[in-house]
């Protein structure tokens, strides 16, 4: 990592949000955060918000804590501390969140806004419930099943009411074929935005690397989440690859209601597709804003260099000209 | 000298090798082979020494060294019979193409039987060949469900077999209630303790799993041991009710099923009607299992053997996919078990030792996880195997009178298990037939491409 990443993206007009979106609701707030490994403290009182609508960035150095705060959202870790909330629908539920909270429940709202307290749910149900999807820094597709299964799966606990929970399916009743076939149209339509239309019955494995990181991506979006969170989707890409990657999110934060929440270390990516970054170093927030602010701000650039404070102002200057 | 591939037989290497080989069993079979010691009529050990045993011996191997080296080694270097990847969608249409040949084979079993072996020799044909391996197919096909689909490694898989024949012997003897009442009853009370085993247990997994399931079918059996006043302990339960062919009961009598259609007495007919009891019980089993698999609820063990976190992470349940799994396979263990006892008549804790939960691991795995034909035919070859082994009495007249060939059954299951796994890993079917197909593909069917590979191998070999 060095200076001349910050320096070789000139600031393009993607990389400001839409004026609209500024002052859109937050979907994801995340509250004094803390995860401590016995003695190891991964992350220390951790607070932002992504806005709906955005695509959020979470950076910093290796070992920041940027995976940790990950499993926290997803349910796959328990925090030690903090309150990380959820929100769709009609933003007014938002004013319910201390109630919530003292309540001791994992959820408030109705059909109109539902608000979701996610370190109180386990982790398949942070998906089933409270809609978000995730995918993994190293890919975990099923390998020994069909692209189209992969994306079948997904869509389990829409299919598994549709089948009755299996009685109405095993006994091979018309609601039940017909809700399969809208899965199966579903997944198509997905095949066919990332072009593996014609791989749909071969094993997913066998797909070459690119494609399997856009049919993971693929699969969480089967889900139909509120938020998309990703892991470095863009790892291991090369950089045309990477481009595309950039235009698919934009495309699935423009076309479906769903917030991305991301994790890059690419810096060229996060700062031409995110709409908003949070840096992280050691556990804790360093910084906050658009990718303009970021780029310049002292403290990024130091934890990215590991240079003194008072060498800032030069590599400010660099990365600034 | 020139090889079956066209390569020339290196003899100098060979004879090396030969050498070698000599060398190395001359040293072995010295102290083993060369040396022995007896008691004398005085009670004193002799040193005596074998010394043609021990030549005609080393000159086997290095016969067979050279031979190998000669003949063999090339031809294997030459056809890739070890290094041939698997093409799958070969596999599926073998399987496709099988199919009705099995099931055909499978229903006129019996009838071929008689035809054969006559009235007399037939039972022991129907009985201890068929009805036996149908019995280890239908256990095979219900833990294929658990270790097949699920991925989760049940080495207590007999327990629920036990639960099964034990529920069917102790309802049956004490309340008397007949066979088609009890036997969806035993299935319910199996499938129950696997649900109730599988709380506590599934959280865990891999090996883990494996220990605790073994521990768990060491209990039951256990239980079965020790709970005399229940179970009868090692004496067992005895002269448990038969079923019956829909109320009439197989015997002599004049209410007994050959009266009643007009036949002779003969306990061939019971035999017949547990065969077909048996292969309807297996066959619904499979039926069950091919329609689960295309349901979501199949596709969702399918990912779990795959991928537990990513199962996850896309909102499923692994704890209620797992307990399904374990239940709806410790169900067909429970049928299977009702059905040993009342064709035994007899049950004991012995029948339920941890042995039979390694071949029914061992038929799964050999046929290829997943795979119902591939777990039929092992269940053929392990079961049927160990009953051929009772047949050859002729070996009796190579070996001498004191050979019994039924001694040797575990050193041919471990030579038969070693070869299977280096010729197919996999297990005898690997293929995976995908649950669904979009079936929209621009490009050539996969058989086509196979064998457009395999035309292209041809060529190029020719060109050669």
């Known amino acids: 990592m060095s200076a001349a990443v910050f320096e070789s993206e000139p600031a393009g007009a993607q990389a400001t949000p839409k004026p609209e979106r500024r002052n859109a609701p937050a979907v994801l707030r995340v509250d004094h955060l803390t995860m401590r490994f016995g003695g190891l403290v991964a992350v220390k009182d951790l607070s932002f918000a992504a806005r709906r609508g955005d695509i959020t960035a979470l950076i910093g150095p290796n070992g920041a804590g940027k995976t940790t705060v990950f499993n926290c959202i997803t349910g796959f870790y328990k925090p030690s501390e903090g309150r990380i909330a959820l929100q769709f629908g009609d933003p007014e539920v938002w004013s319910e969140i201390e109630r919530l909270t003292e309540r001791g429940t994992r959820s408030a709202g109705d059909q109109k806004g539902m608000l979701f307290l996610l370190e109180r749910m386990p982790d398949y149900l942070v998906t089933q419930k409270a809609r978000v999807a995730r995918t993994f820094q190293n ?11 992969n994306l079948l799966v997904a869509q389990h606990n829409a299919l598994m009411r549709a089948s009755g929970f299996t009685v109405i399916g095993a006994l091979g009743l018309r609601s039940y074929r017909q ?9 198509r339509d997905w095949l066919e935005q990332i072009g593996l239309l014609d791989r749909a019955d071969d094993p997913a494995g066998e797909l070459p690397y690119g494609a399997q990181r856009r049919l993971e991506i693929a699969r969480a979006m089967c ?7 990703l892991d470095e989707p863009a790892a291991g890409l090369n950089p045309h690859e990477s481009a595309e990657l950039g235009n698919y999110l934009h495309a699935i934060r423009d076309e479906h209601a ?35 602010e970021i780029r310049h701000d002292p403290k990024v650039i ?9 060498h800032f102002s030069q590599a400010g200057s660099g990365a600034s000209s | 000298m020139e090889g079956a591939g066209g390569k020339p037989i290196d003899v100098v290497r060979a004879c090396k090798d030969t050498a070698v080989t000599a060398l190395i069993a001359f040293g072995l079979f010295l102290p083993l082979i060369g040396f022995n010691t007896v008691l004398n009529i005085h009670n004193e050990l002799i040193l005596q020494t074998r010394w043609p045993l021990l030549a005609i011996l080393v000159g086997v191997i290095a016969a067979g060294r050279f031979v190998y080296s000669v003949l063999i080694a090339p031809w294997l270097q030459d056809s890739n019979v070890w290094s041939r990847p698997e093409v799958s969608i070969a596999g599926g249409r073998l399987t496709k193409w099988l199919l009705p040949f099995i099931l055909g084979f499978a229903v006129l079993y019996p009838a071929l039987a008689l035809w054969l072996a006559g009235f007399q020799g037939a039972v022991k044909w129907i009985d201890n060949f068929g009805v036996q391996i149908l019995i280890y197919v239908m256990l095979g096909w219900g833990l294929n469900i658990v270790v097949g689909l699920a991925g989760l490694l049940d080495l207590g898989y007999v327990a629920f077999y036990a639960v099964g024949a034990y529920s069917y012997a102790l309802l049956a003897t004490t309340f008397d209630l007949s066979f088609w009442i009890l036997l969806p009853v035993a299935g319910c009370l199996a499938a129950f303790w696997g649900v109730l085993l599988g709380f506590p247990v599934l959280r865990l997994r891999g090996d883990y799993l494996a ?81 689960l698999r295309r349901l979501p609820l199949g596709r969702a063990w399918e990912a779990l053997r795959e991928d537990e976190i990513a199962c996850r992470s896309l909102g499923i349940n692994t704890t209620n996919t797992k307990l399904t799994a374990f239940a709806m396979g410790a169900m067909f263990a429970g049928f299977a078990g009702s059905f040993f ?42 079961i049927g195997g160990t009953e051929i082994m009772r047949e050859l009495d002729f070996l009796k007249i190579v070996f001498g009178a004191d050979f019994d060939p039924t001694q040797y059954r575990m050193l041919l299951f471990g030579f038969a298990m070693v070869l299977i796994m ?33 035309a292209a191998v041809v060529e190029s070999k020719a060109r050669a």
């Open chain 1, 223 to 229: 889900t139909n989440p509120i938020l998309l969170c």
């Open chain 1, 179 to 187: 809700a399969e076939r809208a899965a199966v149209e579903h997944a």
């Open chain 1, 302 to 310: 130091a934890a990215y260099l590991g240079v003194e404070e008072e």
């Open chain 2, 341 to 382: 006892a009342a064709r035994q008549g007899f049950i004991s804790p012995e029948s339920f030792t941890f042995m039979e939960s390694a071949v029914i691991v061992a038929i799964v795995v050999l046929g290829g996880m997943g795979s119902l034909i591939g777990v039929a035919i092992a269940a053929v070859i392990m």
């Open chain 1, 139 to 149: 890919i975990r597709l099923f390998p020994g099943m069909t692209v189209l299964e």
């Open chain 1, 258 to 292: 769903t917030s991305i929440l991301l994790i890059e270390h690419d810096m060229s990516v996060v700062m031409r597709i995110s709409d908003h970054i949070v840096v992280l170093d050691h556990g804790e927030r360093i910084a906050d804003g658009t990718p303009q």
């Open chain 2, 211 to 291: 220990i605790v399931t073994l521990a768990f079918g060491e209990i039951i059996r256990l239980v079965l041991i020790n709970w005399v006043a229940v179970t009868n302990g090692y004496a067992g339960i005895a002269s448990i009710p038969r079923p019956t062919f829909f109320g009439i009961p197989f015997n002599a009598t004049d209410e007994g099923f050959a009266a009643r259609f007009g036949l002779e007495f003969s306990p061939i007919y019971r035999t017949i009607f547990l065969y077909y009891l048996i292969l309807a019980l297996a066959l619904v089993a499979a039926a069950i299992t091919v329609r």
């Open chain 2, 422 to 454: 280096i010729w197919k890993p996999r297990g005898l079917i690997a293929s995976r037939e995908p649950s669904l197909l979009l079936g929209e593909s621009p490009a050539r069917p996969a058989h086509e491409l196979a064998k457009a590979m395999q």
